[in-house]
T-cell receptor, first 113, second 107 residues
């Protein structure tokens, strides 16, 4: 069975440009997470979905970040405009419940120059 | 106070050593606990869940102390392949990761 798939793996953009990341969770997993991970830090939750509903987006910087999960399957995370401080790894994870194992994709490494 | 705190290390140990990591958490209502392992430039992967009664998986033992709000991970007979970052995780509606503890096992 395929795991969590993310694309692109790497992205380099100039500041003030928009960027989007895509995630396809494990089939049947209703819970989807987007995390941001800076070097030397643990993943920090940006947003959690239950099916198509964003049930926790309290840590999402809504002035520049947006996310959607149409039809409760794939999800996209967008940054517009990107800032230098957004350089990080963006991880998508999915699970079949809030107290169960989260499976991670390989992440998208974003560099803003 | 951070919700999950870990000693960042790094821990440098020789092969065959026993090493222990601790993690403290602030939310006494937390229901589920995990240890994840993250290799350099890779995604985190579940190492083991942590149960109130404690649990063991081969060379790895996890313990939970609810009264003191900490969890621990013990690795016995360390292998070179154990070199990684170990992340303490609180499950639930806000799955929260600690910053991780780096382990280097040397020959």
């Amino acid at each position: 069975e395929a795991g969590v798939v993310q694309s692109p793996r790497y992205k380099i953009i100039e500041k003030k440009q928009p960027v989007a990341f895509w995630c396809n969770p494990i089939s049947g997993h209703n819970t989807l997470y987007w995390y941001l991970q800076n070097l030397g830090q643990g993943p920090e939750l940006l947003i959690r979905y239950e099916n198509e509903e964003a049930v926790d987006d309290s840590q999402l910087p809504k002035d520049r970040f947006s996310a959607e999960r149409l039809k409760g399957v794939d999800s996209t995370l967008k940054i517009q405009p990107a800032e230098l401080g957004d350089s990080a790894v963006y991880l998508c994870a999915s699970s079949d419940g809030v107290n169960t194992e989260a499976f991670f994709g390989q992440g998208t490494r974003l560099t803003v120059v | 106070r951070k919700e999950v705190e870990q000693d960042p290390g790094p821990f440098n140990v020789p092969e065959g050593a026993t090493v222990a990591f601790n993690c403290t958490y602030s939310n006494s209502a937390s229901q589920s606990f995990f240890w994840y392992r993250q290799d350099c430039r890779k995604e985190p992967k579940l190492l083991m869940s942590v149960y109130s009664s404690g649990n063991e998986d081969g060379r790895f033992t996890a313990q939970l102390n609810r009264a003191s709000q900490y969890i621990s991970l013990l690795i016995r007979d360390s292998k070179l392949s154990d070199s990684a970052t170990y992340l303490c995780v609180l499950g639930g509606f806000k799955t929260i990761f600690g910053a991780g503890t780096r382990l280097f096992v040397k020959a």
